[in-house]
C-alpha cells in the first residue's frame, strides 16, 4: 500500500504523519491466552532469566555497592504520585479516577536507567557461556564470585563487545562488560550526550562518535563486531536476550504490588505505560507483565509525537520495513533515550498481539512534565522518562480511550484502577545538564 493509501483506510495515521499527538488502541491486540499460542516464548523462559541473575547476584553486590541492600539483584520501588495525578487532572481538564504511581527505574542501581534491566542481563549471559564453555565454570551450581576473580578477568579482556546506541544501552552494557574484564567498543549516535561518553572513557570503554542516527551507528556496530571471532554484539534490533531481561521486570512487579498492598484482579485491573525507543523495553516489561496477570493488565507503550516507529511499524503492519522518514516525521527529539527512527522487527512482530495500545507526547509535554514532576514529587527524570506519564489523562480524554474503558468493561469500575507510569532514567544526568532540563521546562508552562 502507498502511503496515501495508508491515509485513507488507516485511523489516526494522518495524525501519525503530521506529528500530532494521538492515542492509538491496538486493532490486533488478543486475549493472552490467544497470543501466547502465537509466539515460541513463554513464562520458563522468564522464569530462566530471573535464575540467571540470581545466580549472579553474589558477584554483582560485591562489585557494584549500590546493590548492596537489595543483594545484588538490580530493582526499583514504586512510589504513589497523587500531587502529580492531581495536575494531570487540572492541565488536561479530565477525571482520572484511581491511583497513580511511579516505577523507579530512574534509579536502578549501576546504570540508571531501563537499560540495566535488559543489557546488563545479556552481557552476564554472555560471560556464563564463555565461561562454561571454557571450563572455567563447571556448572552453573558454582559460587559466581569467582566472576570477579583476575583469573576471569585475565580471561575475558581476550574478548570484546561491541554495541550501537543512543547512550543509555551504552552505559549498561559498558559499565557490566568492563567490571567482567570484557574490552568494549561503543558506537554512540548523534544523539549520545557528552557525560556518557566521558563517563564510558573512564572506564576503559572505547567510544566511536557518529554523526549519524541510531539506525545506522548500530550498523556500524555490527559490520565491526563481525569482522572479529571473539568478539560480540549487543544488537538492540533483534536481541531475544535483552528482551528476556526486560521481562523478569514484569515478574519481580508482581510481589512489590502486593507487598505496597494493591491488588490486581479483574475487578481491579492494572493499567502500564511504558516509554518506547526500539521497543525492546517495553515489549520486555509488558510480556513479563501478560503472563504474570493475564488480561487484567494493559500495557501503552509511549513515543515522542516527532519519533513514533513502533507506532509507524504496528498500524501499517510493516513493523522495520519503515521509518519514521519514510512518511516525512522530522525524527529529532529531545527524549535522547527514545531516539529510533526505525523499530525492532523482532519486538514489534512478537508484540502485536499483547500491546494494548499506543501514545505520542510532543515535544514541549515531555519537557514541561519533566520541571512538574521534580516541582511537585521531588522527583528529576530525565526527558523520555516522562513520555509514559501523561498516559492516565490521555487514557481519559481521548475517544478512543473512553472507548477501550467501555469495550473492556471497565467504564464503571474506572476508580479501581492502579495506574502505572514507567520512569526510565535521571538519577545518572549531572546536576547540572538537570538544571538545564527543569529551566527548559518551565518555559513551557
Ligand atoms: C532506551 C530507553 C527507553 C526505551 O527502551 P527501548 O528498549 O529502546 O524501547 C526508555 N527510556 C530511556 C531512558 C531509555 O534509555
Known amino acids: 500500500m502507498s502511503i496515501q493509501e495508508w491515509k485513507e483506510t488507516i485511523p489516526q ?30 513464562m ?30 538490580i530493582e526499583s520501588f514504586i512510589t504513589e504520585i497523587s500531587d502529580f495525578k492531581q495536575y494531570l487532572t487540572d492541565l488536561y481538564d479530565v477525571e482520572i479516577p484511581g491511583k497513580m504511581y511511579l516505577k523507579r527505574d530512574d534509579s536502578l ?27 572455567l565454570l563447571e556448572s552453573i551450581k558454582d559460587d559466581y ?27 549498561s552494557v559498558g559499565t557490566m562488560a568492563r567490571a567482567l574484564g570484557f574490552n568494549v567498543v561503543i558506537h554512540m549516535s548523534v544523539e549520545a550526550k557528552e557525560w556518557k561518553k566521558a563517563f564510558l572513557r573512564e572506564r576503559g570503554v572505547t567510544v566511536i562518535e557518529h554523526n549519524t542516527n541510531f539506525t545506522e551507528a548500530v550498523n556500524q556496530g555490527r559490520q565491526e563486531s563481525l569482522a572479529n571471532p571473539n568478539s560480540y554484539f549487543v544488537d538492540d534490533e533483534h536481541s531475544v536476550d535483552l528482551f528476556m531481561g526486560y521481562t523478569v521486570g514484569g515478574l519481580r512487579l508482581k510481589t512489590q504490588l502486593e507487598d505496597a ?35 487484567n493488565v494493559y500495557c501503552f507503550f509511549s513515543e515522542p509525537a516527532h519519533m513514533s516507529s513502533m507506532l509507524l511499524g504496528l498500524m501499517t503492519q510493516n513493523y522495520d520495513k519503515i521509518n519514521v522518514n519514510d512518511v516525512n516525521i522530522e525524527g529529532k527529539t529531545v527524549m535522547d533515550g527514545l531516539a529510533v527512527p526505525q523499530t525492532s522487527g523482532f519486538v514489534a512482530e512478537l508484540m502485536e498481539h499483547y500491546f494494548d495500545g499506543g501514545f505520542t507526547v510532543s515535544e514541549d509535554a515531555s519537557m ?50 492502579t495506574h502505572l507510569a514507567w520512569a526510565t532514567g535521571g538519577s545518572m544526568v549531572p546536576v547540572e545538564e538537570m538544571k538545564e532540563f527543569i529551566e527548559a521546562g518551565k518555559e513551557t508552562y
Not at 492515542?23 to 491466552?33: A, D, L, R
Not at 531501563?114 to 545479556?122: D, F, L, T
Open 13 to 42: 495515521f494522518s495524525a501519525l504523519c503530521d506529528m500530532e499527538e494521538i492515542f492509538w488502541v491496538n486493532p490486533n491486540k488478543e486475549s493472552v491466552e490467544e497470543a501466547n499460542r502465537k509466539v515460541d516464548y513463554s
Open 44 to 73: 520458563d523462559d522468564i522464569l530462566d532469566a530471573s535464575k540467571r541473575l540470581e545466580r549472579f547476584a553474589p558477584f554483582i553486590k560485591m562489585t557494584f555497592s549500590d546493590t548492596e541492600d537489595t543483594n545484588g539483584i
Open 109 to 135: 542501581p549501576i546504570a540508571g536507567t531501563i537499560k540495566a534491566r535488559g543489557a546488563i542481563y545479556e552481557v552476564l549471559k554472555h560471560a556464563e557461556a564463555l565461561a562454561l564453555d571454557n571450563g
Open 145 to 171: 564470585t569467582c566472576f570477579s576473580s583476575e583469573e576471569f578477568h585475565q580471561f575475558f579482556s581476550q574478548y570484546q563487545i561491541v554495541v550501537g546506541t543512543t547512550g543509555n544501552l551504552g552505559i
Open 261 to 295: 498492598g494493591i491488588t490486581v484482579d479483574k475487578e481491579h485491573p492494572l493499567f502500564v505505560y511504558l516509554p518506547c525507543g526500539i521497543g525492546g523495553s517495553p515489549g520486555g516489561i509488558t510480556f513479563g507483565l501478560k503472563q504474570v496477570f493475564g488480561d
Open 368 to 417: 514541561h512534565l519533566l520541571a512538574k514532576m521534580y516541582e511537585l514529587e521531588d522527583i528529576p527524570l530525565e526527558p523520555a522518562a516522562l513520555a509514559g506519564t501523561p498516559g492516565p489523562a490521555k487514557l481519559h480524554l481521548s475517544e478512543e480511550g473512553q472507548q477501550f474503558l467501555k469495550d473492556n468493561g471497565l467504564e464503571n469500575i474506572s476508580q479501581n484502577i
